[in-house]
């Protein structure tokens, strides 16, 4: 992660980075809302949330230079990002609301909170609830005055997706879950049936995914050093096999990260 702070900086690029994802259109102009009451209101400029949420909306990885300087990059593309410290219902001190408009008269607005650690939850998308916190990919998408496809588009869950789906008035939300890539044979079947050309596909933003976990060969300091003498296996050979059952990352992927 980048500094100075996981909570104010990286979780922000996450969020502006996920939300990025949710427009799925090429962004125009961003409204970034901080509650007068809560935590990130006095400092977050200081703290570097400025450069987390900017960086974001423009697509810069967190570890790209350019986020340093990410204002004038803004401009350059004609991207207008305004902060407002408002109020507005939270159930966190970290919470930031962002709504998003694309060159495509797209918009979504949602509200997200940092729960620590560089960390978040997307609580809230165009008044749904929701439960996103970047560690799956995702697929979210809206339709307004058509019938609910729900029960045909259960039928078509691939195997490990979860699909979730919610109404208000004529607007329902259809979201899918999962720890492994969509097959864009998926996302062609989806389109058809929903009769929708803007589906967004929304890429985990976690170093670790969920979802792809295996067992453990050794749990307890007892069966570690079992396991060691067995497998003649040293202290990094038991570390690195504890990361790769966490994660369900590959050796060559953990000593990228590690």
Avoid at 16 to 34: C, G, H, S, Y
Avoid at 118 to 126: D, E, L, T, Y
Avoid at 142 to 164: A, C, M, Y
Wanted: glycine share 8%; net charge negative; hydrophobic share 35%.
């Amino acid at each position: 992660m980048r500094g100075p702070s996981s909570s104010h900086t990286a979780a922000s690029w996450r969020i502006a980075r996920t939300a990025l994802n949710i427009l799925n259109d090429q962004l125009e102009k961003a409204l970034v809302e901080f509650d007068r009451d809560g935590a990130w209101a006095p400092n977050y400029r200081k703290q570097g949330t400025t450069m987390g949420v900017d960086g974001g909306l423009l697509g810069f990885e967190i570890t790209d230079e350019r986020i340093k300087d990410v204002e004038s990059y803004a401009r350059q593309k004609g991207i207008a990002i305004d902060y407002q410290v408002n109020s507005f219902p939270t159930t966190h001190a970290n919470t930031v609301r962002l709504t998003l408009w694309g060159i495509l008269q797209k918009k979504v607005q949602l509200i997200a909170i940092s729960i620590g650690g560089g960390s978040f939850r997307i609580q809230s998308i165009n008044g749904f609830e929701v439960e996103m916190n970047g560690e799956l990919y995702e697929i979210l998408f809206f339709t307004k005055g058509k019938p609910d496809i729900s029960d045909e588009l259960k039928k078509r869950i691939p195997f490990g997706v979860k699909f979730l789906s919610a109404q208000k008035e004529d607007v329902i939300k259809y979201e899918y879950k999962s720890s492994q890539p969509f097959s864009p044979e998926f996302i062609a079947k989806l389109k058809n049936l929903a009769r929708v050309d803007d589906i967004p596909v929304i890429e985990p933003v976690m170093p670790i995914i969920a979802g792809r976990q295996t067992e453990m060969p050794f749990t307890t300091i007892e069966s570690s050093i079992d396991y060691a003498e067995k497998t003649s296996a040293d202290l990094g050979d038991l570390g690195l096999i504890y990361e790769k059952c966490l994660s369900g990352m590959s050796d060559n992927e953990l000593n990228r990260y590690y």
